[in-house]
Structure formats: C-alpha cells, structure tokens
C-alpha cells in the first residue's frame, strides 16, 4: 500500500484576462478559506502565478476556483505542477 502525503504543492500559471481584476486579492480570500498557505503574484508577461501548500483536496478546490476566477476575469489556461510539500508557508499572501 502506497502512502500518500497529507500535504501537498501546487505550482499555478494562469492566463488569460487574469490581471487588474482582482485576481490576487480574491485568490488570497479563496486560500485563506480553504486554510491553504502560499502566494500569488502577477508576472510581467499578464499572467498570474501561484504556490500553494495544503491538503490535496483543498488544493483541488483552490485549482477549480481559479479556472473561473473572480468576476470579470477571463480565464483561458491554467498550467498545474504538483510537487511534495515544503512546509514553508504560514499563511497565504500577495508577493509583488
């Protein structure tokens, strides 16, 4: 029997309409929710990127959420990357 992680990583690359929509801000409130630490940040290329660590399930739910996006957002892609968990997040926040 395999063991799975409590814990995971997500790596997030979202495109599309994703920034001067709230993007960041409503991603923060959808974490803290989910109780999911990391970051988001806009990237220089109109993207969004983000890092969360947490619950597998609860990482799901975060990814489900950003494929829609708050209102006004378009969202055309989103890139995911699963890695182990690091532990070295305490909170989940906007990194600039």
């Known amino acids: 029997m395999e063991i799975v992680p409590v ?17 960041r801000a409503s991603t923060v409130q959808q974490a803290r929710q989910l109780q999911i630490s990391g970051w988001v940040m806009n990237c220089r290329d109109g993207s969004v990127e983000v890092v969360a660590e947490g619950p597998r399930e609860k990482l799901d739910e975060l ?18 990357i699963w890695a182990d968990a690091e532990n070295d997040f305490h909170s989940f926040s906007i990194q600039r």
Request: charged fraction near 15%; glycine fraction near 12%.
């Open 63 to 80: 990814i489900a959420w950003c494929r829609r996006g708050p209102p006004g957002a378009r969202v055309m892609n989103v890139a995911v």
């Open 7 to 23: 814990n995971a990583r997500v790596h997030l690359i979202i495109s599309g309409r994703v920034q001067g929509v709230y993007f």
